[in-house]
């Protein structure tokens, strides 16, 4: 299980990447483990502003489909195009070329309310 140091984690599962008042975000390598084989991502939200814990979008897999929930309070700014054509990408490189969203947040202080990659192992049990 990988769980970089340069992010931050939700309970839910996602990660954030930030820079500044920007970041990407997307699931964790501990969810995608969890779902399976991912098949299909619906993001829909494109500009709109959704507050932390609000959903974003779905992610489809084999086993399940569940919802994608912000890390932050933000604007979605743009979603990864190569998830389009292939959403496995997630299962082979969840915080690379596996990223979901861009966002603008509405303070890079947010950040600092979610958790460490030590708090976020713990979490999960690892």
Known sequence: MNFPDDIRYTANHEWIRAEGNFAQAGITDFAQSELGDVVFI???TIGETIDKDGVFGTV????????????????????????DTSPEIINKDPYGEGWLIKIE??????IDELLTAEQYRKQVGQ
């Open 42 to 44: 619906e993001i829909n």
């Open 60 to 83: 489809e897999a084999v086993k399940t489909v569940t919802d994608l929930f912000m890390p932050v309070k933000g604007k979605i700014l743009e979603k990864n195009p190569k998830i």
């Open 105 to 110: 947040m509405s303070s890079a202080n947010l």
